[in-house]
């Protein structure tokens, strides 16, 4: 097996929990492995600290797949397997009863790989979709022929009954259209199926999800073949679930007209969809506006949203274009945009951009409203994302309260050892006077808003 020693001291991060070992950090140039091959990493007197897979030609040149010095090959398809239906069980034992992500990257011990695990019904027939990621070179290595590795997983899964699903109605899209690949010298391809289902569509597929209000499932559709990401963002199923409980126990929603919701970034429509169903549920009518710059996405919205019992408003545009033009007007704002920052350099551009979107989001709200400010920029710390909202609210001189924060849902885990996991936050915030509180600190007022700083 391939040894790479660390420089002194470099072992400590990494015997703490942390998964990956930059090249710096290396004693010797990475060398003697393709990419993704299995490496032993050792300290500097030569101990064993972790086995994982390397790659010369990464920033990241070693992650860890185990501390265990006695598991001698955990790149085995076996072992795999085994750290899936562990992945499994612990969507399981979280309430996970539909669709969900099964696996996600390091939080998971399986570094580089993403699954989610969508079930549908079509013509008749229950369907499962493996939408997978693979964003390392090691583990594309490891995961070999991706057909047979989840015909095994199935198989597994079916036995432990995760799955009553056979194989025949289970389909595998592999969904390396991702950029990231290129900094482990992959290429970027285009979404492929490995293994379908015939006379299936899953260009236009109702996904089942557990209801934010606990009562059932709901169903959605999407595009898990050219849809965003794996055609769906399962990560914020539990701050959908925490605003819905917020209303569940409101005691003057408006019943004399719609409660309107503004969904903003809203992609296929999963909050207005929810927050729809949550509000029917309490006799309300609802309105929502819907905004995204995707055509398809808002058409899949629109269905997805009126199939609740909403009623739609539909604007396709750049999210801070559409904004400038609307008036106060709505009882639930939410603003969940896409990464902002990227790079690190973009920090100081990207947190202006999450001023600007919430500055806006604060000025079109209704007094006793809500706005759902959300961030999913890994780099852009709490404080960071905070000081922004906080500035939104100043500028438009607002009393508001912080009534619930959140993060990404149980099926997206995080390590505290790995703080680069845990890239999602939600701050709702509930809005009183104008005029109040919040005071002048930023000296410019709704009208000024979001254009400096
Ligand atoms: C993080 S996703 C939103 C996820 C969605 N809220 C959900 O929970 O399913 C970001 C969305 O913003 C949209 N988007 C990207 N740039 C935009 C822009 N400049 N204006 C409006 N929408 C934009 C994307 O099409 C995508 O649907």
Redesign the pocket.
């Known amino acids: 097996m391939n040894i790479w020693k660390l420089k002194r001291g470099a072992d400590r991060r990494v015997r703490a929990g942390h998964p990956w070992v930059y090249a710096n950090e290396l004693a010797q140039s990475p060398k003697g492995v393709v990419p993704g091959g299995l490496v032993e990493l050792q300290d500097d007197q030569g101990r064993f600290v972790a086995r994982g897979y390397g790659n010369p030609l990464s920033l990241i040149a070693f992650r860890v797949l185990s501390l265990d010095s006695k598991e001698k090959n955990p790149l085995s398809k076996e072992s795999l397997i085994e750290r899936v239906l562990e992945a499994w069980k612990s969507r399981r034992l979280m309430g996970f009863r539909a669709s969900f992500r099964l696996v996600f990257s390091e939080a998971d011990r399986l570094p580089g790989l993403i699954v989610d695990h969508y079930v549908g019904e079509q013509n008749g027939r229950r369907l499962q979709v493996f939408a997978t990621q693979i964003l390392t070179a090691g583990m594309q290595q490891a995961l070999g022929d991706a057909e047979t590795f989840f015909r095994d997983l199935v198989a597994a899964a079916t036995e432990r009954g995760y799955t009553a699903i056979p194989w025949e109605q289970t389909a595998v899209v592999l969904r390396n259209d991702v950029r990231s690949r290129k900094l482990e010298g992959m290429s970027e391809d285009q979404a492929r199926f490995i293994k379908s289902v015939r006379e299936a569509d899953f260009t236009n597929f109702g996904i089942l999800l557990n209801a934010a209000t606990d009562d059932g499932l709901v169903e959605m559709n999407c595009d898990l073949f050219e849809g965003?990401?794996t055609g769906?963002?399962l990560?914020?199923t539990a701050n959908?679930a925490t605003v819905c409980r917020i209303l569940e126990h409101h005691p003057d929603l408006p019943k004399d007209r719609p409660v309107r919701v503004l969904?903003?970034?809203?992609?296929?429509?999963?909050?207005s969809s929810q927050l729809t169903r949550a509000l029917r549920r309490r006799g309300c009518d609802v309105e929502t506006t819907l905004?995204?710059?995707?055509a398809r996405?808002l058409e899949f919205a629109r269905k997805n949203a009126e199939r609740q019992g909403a009623k739609t408003v539909v604007l396709e545009?750049?999210?801070?274009?559409?904004l400038t033009k609307l008036e106060k007007n709505y009882d639930i704002v939410?603003a969940?945009?896409?990464?902002f920052v990227k790079a690190r350099k973009d920090l100081p551009v990207g947190q202006h951009a999450y001023l600007k979107l919430n500055t806006q989001a604060f000025r079109v709200v209704n007094r006793d409203g809500l706005v759902v400010s959300?961030s999913?920029s890994g780099l852009l710390d709490e404080d960071m994302f905070k000081e922004a909202i906080g500035k939104s609210i100043r500028r438009n001189f607002l009393d508001a309260r912080c009534v619930a924060r959140g993060g990404p849902a149980p099926d997206h885990p995080g390590r505290l050892s790995f703080p680069e996991g845990m890239y999602l936050k939600m701050f709702t915030h509930l809005v009183g006077d104008q005029g109040a509180g919040g005071g002048a600190a930023a000296g410019a007022g709704a009208s000024g808003a979001g254009d400096e700083d």
């Open positions: 965003q990401k769906f963002f990560d914020q959908i969904d903003l970034c809203c992609y296929v429509g999963h909050w905004v995204d710059i995707s996405a545009a750049d999210v801070m274009k559409a939410i969940d945009p896409p990464a959300c999913c």
